[in-house]
Structures are given as structure tokens and as C-alpha cells.
């Protein structure tokens, strides 16, 4: 049961796991008492909320809006899934069900659609505010070790991980860049040999204070792709690669 204090309303959300017949188990509870008796425990909570010079709402005071949101282990056909709408309608529920393939479909969105390629010496002046601008898109999700790894998690496993699940690979070439033999130059090449075996463009290069000759000496290859140029600023730079990651 979810509380939503700023609307004032409840909704209810249901887990139901693999069964013989998914239709019957939905219509029974849509028809049955699973979801009144669900509602019937809103009464007993003494939680107050509200935000800063409102009123205050309590729990009691909440409305059930209706809505029922079932995630399930189980297919339902378009004709199952209209029989349910129906039976949900008849008795005053709006019905969202989320079954495999609305789950895949969200494991995929949920996947990045940039790796952030950087040396860390450029995390604080060009990689954060470039990340900061991206993630005001609509759907675009970063991967950012700042924001994507935690603590314990495996460095290189995740950064892989990282790599090959993206959509696109965010490289930002500066000075530091180009010096750098380490984690940079191996994010560098993992990338180009995905590209290889996938046979597309992956890498979105930025070009932050560096030459033509600077890129050409590090990758002839990189200095053939056309780049986004990091002195229009991390807003401009963010449009040019959301833009391009979505063409």
C-alpha cells in the first residue's frame, strides 16, 4: 500500500508469483476482499505528513484512488488482459499489469545510455558537470562510477559491465586524457573492440583543450571521429550526445 501525501490518495500494488491459471488468481483479487482488507489497515496508521506551511494530512484521511498496480511471473494474452480491464472497470479499479515482458523491457530502458570515459583529474571541472546536464534528459541514464559504483563492488567487473551495456561511450579526451596508461586507455580499447565484433559506433568523442595532432598522435583513429567541443560549454555538450545516442 502506498501513501501519497501530496495527492491524498492511496494506491495498492500486488506481487503474484508463477501459478497455474494467472487470469483466475488477478479476477480474484479484483472480486474478493484482498484489497478491502488491504485499505482497512490505512485506518490504524497515525503517520501525519505534509510539506512546510500546509496543512497536515494523516493517514486516515487518505482516499483510495483506485489504481492497482500488479507485477507478475505470469503472461497474460491482450484478451486476457481485456478481460481483466474489464472486471477491474466493473468493480470501480483501474488495473496495471506488469508481466515478463514489461519487467525486460524495463531491465533494458534501465540499462545506460552513456558510459562517461574520464580521467579522474577532470572529474570535478568537466566529467560531474557534463553528468549533471545529461541526467536532466528525459530516460538518460549515466553511467558514472561516481554515482554507479558503491562500496565493495568489484572495480573492474562493474566498469565492464558498464562498457558493454551501454549504449554509447562518452569520451572525454583532455591533457590528462591522453597522458593517462592506465584505466583510461583500457576503457579506450575495450570500447573499440566492441566495436569491432558489433561492427557499429559506440565511442561519442569531446574534445576538452586538445588538438587534432594531440588526439592523431594518442588514436588516428579517434581523430577521424567528429567530436563535440568542450568550450561550448557542458550544456551544449550534453545536447550533442543525448542527441546522437538517440539517433
Not at 41 to 70: M, Q
Not at 148 to 155: A, F, P, R, V
Not at 205 to 225: E, F, G, H, Q
Request: aromatic residues 10%; contains cysteine.
Amino acid at each position: 500500500m502506498f501513501l501519497d501525501f501530496s495527492s491524498g490518495s492511496i494506491y495498492l500494488a500486488y506481487y503474484i508469483e508463477t501459478v497455474a491459471d494467472p487470469l483466475q488468481r488477478c479476477i480474484d483479487l479484483v472480486t474478493g476482499n484482498a484489497i478491502s482488507t488491504v485499505l482497512g489497515v490505512a485506518g490504524g496508521f497515525h503517520f501525519v505528513g505534509g510539506f512546510p506551511e500546509t496543512n497536515p494530512i494523516a493517514a486516515s484521511e487518505l482516499k483510495f484512488c483506485g489504481r492497482v498496480y500488479i507485477y507478475s511471473d505470469n503472461h497474460l494474452s491482450s484478451t486476457e488482459l481485456d478481460t481483466l480491464n474489464q472486471v477491474a472497470k466493473r468493480n470501480g479499479l483501474l488495473i496495471e499489469y506488469h508481466g515478463p515482458d514489461w519487467a525486460a523491457q524495463r531491465t533494458q530502458l534501465e540499462k545506460p545510455m552513456a558510459f562517461i570515459s574520464h580521467d579522474s583529474r577532470d572529474k570535478e571541472a568537466i566529467a560531474k558537470p557534463l553528468v549533471d546536464e545529461l541526467v536532466k534528459y528525459p530516460g538518460c541514464t549515466v553511467w558514472y562510477d561516481e554515482y554507479s559504483l558503491k562500496i565493495g563492488d568489484n572495480l573492474r567487473e562493474n566498469i565492464e559491465k558498464g562498457l558493454s551495456e551501454c549504449k554509447k561511450c562518452v569520451v572525454l579526451l583532455t591533457r590528462n586524457f591522453l597522458m593517462n596508461r592506465g584505466w583510461t586507455k583500457a576503457e579506450i580499447d575495450a570500447v573499440f573492440t566492441r566495436e569491432l565484433v558489433e561492427q557499429k559506433s559506440v565511442i561519442l568523442p569531446v574534445w576538452c583543450d586538445v588538438s587534432k595532432s594531440d588526439i592523431y598522435s594518442y588514436s588516428p583513429t579517434l581523430a577521424n571521429r567528429v567530436a563535440a567541443q568542450w568550450g561550448k560549454g557542458p550544456a551544449d555538450v550534453a545536447r550533442q550526445v543525448y542527441l546522437a545516442a538517440n539517433a
